[in-house]
C-alpha cells in the first residue's frame, strides 16, 4: 500500500506540475484531465499489445481502493478544511437557502435521476431495477464541495453567492451520503438497516443526519474549550487533526453521518476561532488546514482521473451514459430551480444564481467512491460507466466554462441588494 501511494503522489505531483507550467487550467480540472488522459494511453498501448503496463498500474490503484481512500480517507479532512474556511456567521444568516437547497434539491434530484435513468437504461436495452436506478440518482446528485470549493477560490465570486454555493455543496454532500445508505439499505445492499417502510427510511434518515449534525456540534465544541485553554500552535493542530480523524471514525462508529459531522464541527470552529487562537496560533492552524486541503483536493482528482483505467465499458453503457448527462443536468436545473422560489424572494439573490448554481454543480470523488462501493451484480458497471461519465463531463466541459456565468452572476447581485 506504501508503493501504491507513494507512486500516486509522485504521479499527481507531475500532473499538477505540468498543469501549471503548460496548461494553466484550474487544479482539480487540470489533473483530473491529465490522469484521464495518461489512463486512456495506457489502455491504448494495452491495446497494442505493449505488455504490463496497465496491469501494474491497475493493480497499484485497486491497492489503494477508491472507496476507501475517500470516503474512510481523506474526506473528513477535506469537509472540515472546508468549512472551516468559510465565514460560520455568514453561513449562519443565510441558513435557510442553503438547507432548504441542501436537503430538497437533493431528494428531488435523487427521484428526478433515478427515475430518469431507469428508463434511459431500458431504452438502450440495459435492465436496471428502479432501486438500483434510484441509488445512482442518490450518488450523483450531491456536488462535491471539493471541487465546488476550488472553483470558488479561484472565481472569487461575490460572498453571498460563494456562501450559497459551498455551504449547499458541503451540506448536499453528507445529506446525498445518507440519502444513499437509506436506500442500500431498503435494497438489502448496504450497511445500514432500514425497514422497507416509509418509516423505516425516514427513521434511518433522521438518525443519521440529525444525529451526525449533533454530534458534529458536541465535537466542536469540546474541542472549542480544549484549544481556547491552550497556546501552542504545533498542539492545537494536533488537537483539531484528531478531532477530525477520530470524531470521523467515532461517527462512523454510533451509526451517525460521518460527513454531517465534519461539516458541522468545522463551522462551529470556524465561529469561534477568534476567541480559541491568538492570531499567531490561528494562522499557523489555518495555513496546516489550508495546505492539507490544498494537497489532498489534488490528490483525490489525480486519483479520479487515474481511476478510469479500472473501467471497461460496452457501447449500450457508453450510450447510456452520454444520455444520463444529460438528464443530471436537467436534474440539477429543476432541483435547485424549484426549492429556490421558496427563498430567492425572500433573500434577493440575482437572475443568474439558479444557472450558476446549475452549471457550478461539480461532481467529483463522493460520487466515484458511492459507485465503486456497490456490491458485485449484472447492474454495478452501467451504474459505475456513468457515475465517470457524469463526474468526467461536470469537472471537464462544466469546470472549464463556468467563468462567464460566474461574470454575469456577480453583475446581477451586485445589482440585487441582499434582503434583511
Known sequence: MLTAFAVLLSVTAVLAYLNERLLHFPTTVGVTLAGTVASLLLMALDALGVPGL??????????????????????????????????AGQMLRQRVSILTLAILSTLLSTFLIGFGAYFVFALVGLHVPLMWALLFGALISPTDPVAVLDLLKRARVPARIETLIA??????????????????????????????????????FVREALGGMLFGALLGGVGYLMLRSIEQHAVEVLLTLALVVGGYVAA???????????????LVISAVKERA?????????????????????????????????????????????????????????????????????????GAYTVRLLTWGGLRGGIAISLALSLPDSPFRMHLLT??????????????????PLVYKASAASTETPARS
Do not use: C, K
Not at 253 to 266: D, E, F, H, Q, T
Open 54 to 87: 496497465r496491469g501494474w498500474a491497475a493493480g497499484l490503484l485497486e491497492t489503494l481502493n477508491f472507496t476507501n481512500f475517500v470516503l474512510n480517507g481523506i474526506l473528513s479532512i477535506l469537509l472540515f478544511a472546508g468549512a472551516l474556511s468559510l465565514n
Open 252 to 266: 462512523t462508529a454510533l451509526g451517525v453521518s460521518g460527513p454531517l459531522a465534519m461539516v458541522v464541527a468545522g
Open 167 to 204: 455551504g449547499e455543496s458541503l451540506f448536499n454532500d453528507g445529506v446525498g451520503v445518507v440519502i444513499f445508505l437509506v436506500l442500500a439499505g431498503l435494497a438489502g445492499i448496504g450497511p445500514g438497516h432500514a425497514e422497507p417502510s416509509v418509516l423505516g427510511a425516514l427513521s434511518l
Open 386 to 403: 456513468a457515475t465517470y461519465a457524469v463526474v468526467l463531463f461536470t469537472i471537464a466541459v462544466q469546470g472549464l466554462t463556468i467563468m
Open 277 to 349: 487562537f491568538s492570531p499567531d496560533t490561528r494562522a499557523h492552524v489555518e495555513g496546516f488546514w489550508e495546505t492539507a486541503d490544498q494537497v489532498l483536493n489534488i490528490l483525490l482528482f489525480a486519483f479520479i482521473g487515474l481511476d478510469v483505467l479500472l473501467t471497461r465499458t460496452t457501447g449500450r453503457q457508453l450510450l447510456a451514459s452520454v444520455l444520463l448527462i444529460g438528464v443530471a443536468l436537467a436534474a440539477r436545473w429543476i432541483s435547485v430551480a424549484l426549492p429556490f422560489l421558496l427563498v430567492r424572494a425572500r433573500e434577493g439573490y
